[in-house]
């Protein structure tokens, strides 16, 4: 008798096989058959006019403050998602200092939309560093699969404090090697990777851009030499894309030598940019730099209001 049978349902198993119908056999918490005529289970689920399909990997989430208080992860979990990627575009809640969580809300508020008033109310912020966020992560049980990366945002002030978010100042190479510690502390201790926001869309609800916008090279490259040093993770980037910011961003491939992944949009002042942007995705993975397009699979709604906004020069 098999530990558990799905009888009924439409397989699609992500082989780009045909759909069929058929019967999948658990045991063990291992699929040990697909096929008719599957004997009796201890546990049975009649999947009837359902679609049974392999659990989905959602690689670009935000859950960075739901997740330490929701173990449903919700809506993703009711969507078939079973794994979920959050810290990304450069944002997130790890490291911070006392007293420095009102900065880290107010940039995913602006950022990601997400109320203020809930993740004040909603995270703790018991931690500090990076593993002891992951740690606060995983004190209480999910329904899924959660990960996460380092965001830049929240790295930077943490190094720099009320300087890293000032886009005129740049930080010292102590400050940077700072940073890469500990990034490259975070990477040994189970973060899934780094990102970074280099994108003007991104403003924190008070209307600064992110912190990480004008990150210069040396800045970027110290800490791909971080992740080479750690031997782990995937460099997440959204970016606008202007002259020269494809060769610095697959500078700090090569550098780390891990891989990296681009948001990759279609966006109507530039709408070839994004073709050219693939060319040189593909253009680079043809010469050994691990580079992949990250694409979403509908289109980005925006919000416009008539809030006064800051305006910084990145000469």
Not at 64 to 82: E, L, R
Not at 189 to 209: E, N, Q
Not at 271 to 289: F, M
Request: charged share 20%.
């Amino acid at each position: 008798m098999h530990d558990l049978v799905i009888r009924g349902g439409t397989v699609v198993d992500g082989t780009g096989a045909a759909r069929r119908l058929a019967d999948i056999a658990v045991d063990a918490a291992t699929i040990t058959k697909v096929g008719p005529g599957i004997g009796p289970g201890r546990r049975e689920i009649d999947a009837t006019g359902l679609l049974v399909t392999p659990g989905f990997v959602d690689v670009h989430t935000h859950y960075d403050g739901q997740a330490t208080w929701d173990p449903y992860v919700t809506p993703s979990s009711w969507h078939g998602v079973t794994t979920v990627i959050f810290g990304n575009c450069g944002v997130g809640f790890a490291p911070v200092r006392p007293g420095a969580a009102p900065y880290l809300i107010n940039l995913m508020e602006g950022v990601e939309d997400i109320p203020g008033t809930a993740l004040a109310e909603g995270v703790k912020f018991n931690w500090e560093s990076f593993p002891e966020y992951m740690n606060a992560l995983g004190a209480a049980p999910k329904v899924v699969d959660i990960g996460a990366q380092v965001p830049h945002g929240a790295l930077r002030f943490y190094v720099m404090g009320e300087r890293g978010a000032d886009h005129a100042t740049i930080p010292t190479d102590n400050e940077i090697a700072q940073m890469g510690d500990l990034l490259e502390d975070s990477l040994k201790a189970g973060a899934l990777g780094f990102t970074t926001s280099r994108t003007i869309k991104h403003r924190a609800k008070d209307g600064r851009f992110t912190p990480s916008l004008s990150a210069r090279e040396p800045e970027l490259l110290g800490l791909a030499a971080a992740m080479k040093r750690a031997g782990r993770g995937v460099i997440e980037v959204n970016s606008d894309f202007g002259p020269g910011e494809f060769e610095v961003l697959r500078s700090a491939a090569e550098v780390s030598g891990r891989p990296l992944s681009l948001l990759l949009l279609q966006v109507n002042n530039a709408p070839e940019l994004w073709r050219e942007t693939r060319a040189q995705i593909h253009a680079a993975r043809q010469e050994g730099v691990d580079i992949h397009g990250q694409v979403g699979c509908r289109p980005i709604g925006m919000m416009m209001g008539l809030e006064p906004v800051a305006t910084i020069s990145l000469s």
